[in-house]
């Protein structure tokens, strides 16, 4: 139910001109990206403790996870959008 309420209230406070959609895109992307960061240290805390190998991904872990999670966030930006966009298409008619 939180996570509802929390939906509705970002849908509220988005616009909807284009360049502050890209703008949300964007700003999901650089939130999800902004995650990798922690869970990254996390792991590498893990593997230099000997709990598991990361292998040869290990030192690049931090940029794989900054780049993958931008593109989640940014799809995650973009279903907001589209979200919001068709809310406000739906009350003009």
């Not at 929390?6 to 999800?32: E, F, H, N, S, Y």
């Not at 240290?41 to 190998?53: I, N, Q, R, Y």
């Not at 931090?62 to 995650?76: K, R």
């Amino acid at each position: 139910m939180l996570v509802e309420e929390v939906i509705m209230v970002v849908m509220q406070i988005l616009p909807t001109d284009p360049l502050r959609k890209l703008g949300t895109i964007a700003g999901w992307g650089i939130l999800c990206s902004g995650w990798s960061i922690p869970i990254t240290f996390a792991l590498w805390f893990g593997a230099g403790k000997g709990w598991f190998d990361l292998g040869a991904y290990g030192p690049w872990l931090l940029l794989i996870g900054l780049e993958y999670g931008f593109f989640l966030g940014a799809g995650i930006g973009v279903v907001i959008c589209v979200v919001k966009w068709r809310s406000v298409q739906d009350s003009k008619r």
